[in-house]
């Protein structure tokens, strides 16, 4: 995920978002939003992805169709869901395009045996795995579910500062972990991942 900048390093721009701002593609205000949402952004599409680099090409072209579409976002709801629904939805159409020029699907359980220039090391085909699971996982959450298990559990942030990030309190927060840890320990493949990462 190589648009993403450190969590240290970033201070969220926060909603509403200065429209005359947004609409006249302000440098700052754009470089911002690309720091900040890029992470949630990756993580929504990871699962329409062959593989992380992969996924890091659909992110940027999914930029591309974001400041194309600038125009369209009338503040109905937070920038952030409006980026990842436009984000979402050019995956999905790129998806129904291959189905109906016949490619065929890449399942991401089997990504590691696709042929490559040489046999991966089994541990870094296992990591990558697991890393398929978890991502296909959290591509089947609701949005603001999937968003704050992103700011809060991977990228490391604070309670706050995932409250301000989302533009709820604190307690919102808190209830969407909770809801959405509680779907993903219901999925099977989870509950497998788990026991493997906890011996079982």
Known sequence: MN???????????????DLARLYARDPRLLTQLVQD??????VAIRSYARDDDH????LQ???????????????????SAWAIAV?????????????LAGAEPVALDNIGELPGSGPDPLDDLQARRERNTLYGALGTLPDREREAIVLRVLEGRDV??????????PDTVRSLLQRGM???????QIRVL????MGE
């Not at 949402?37 to 990756?42: A, D, E, G, T, V």
């Not at 072209?61 to 976002?73: A, K, M, S, T």
Request: glycine letters at 8%.
């Open 3 to 17: 648009s993403a900048a450190p969590a240290g390093d970033r201070q969220d721009i926060g909603e509403p978002i």
């Open 37 to 42: 949402l890029s992470p949630r952004i990756w």
């Open 55 to 58: 996924a890091d090409d659909l």
């Open 61 to 79: 072209d999914c930029w591309v169709r974001i400041l194309e579409r600038l125009e369209g976002f009338k503040q109905r709801g937070p920038f």
């Open 87 to 99: 984000s979402t939805n050019l995956c999905k159409v790129r998806v129904r395009k291959k189905k």
């Open 160 to 169: 706050w500062e995932t409250a301000s990030a989302l533009g709820v309190t």
């Open 182 to 188: 509680y779907r993903l320990r219901r999925m099977p």
């Open 194 to 197: 788990l026991g493997e990462w």
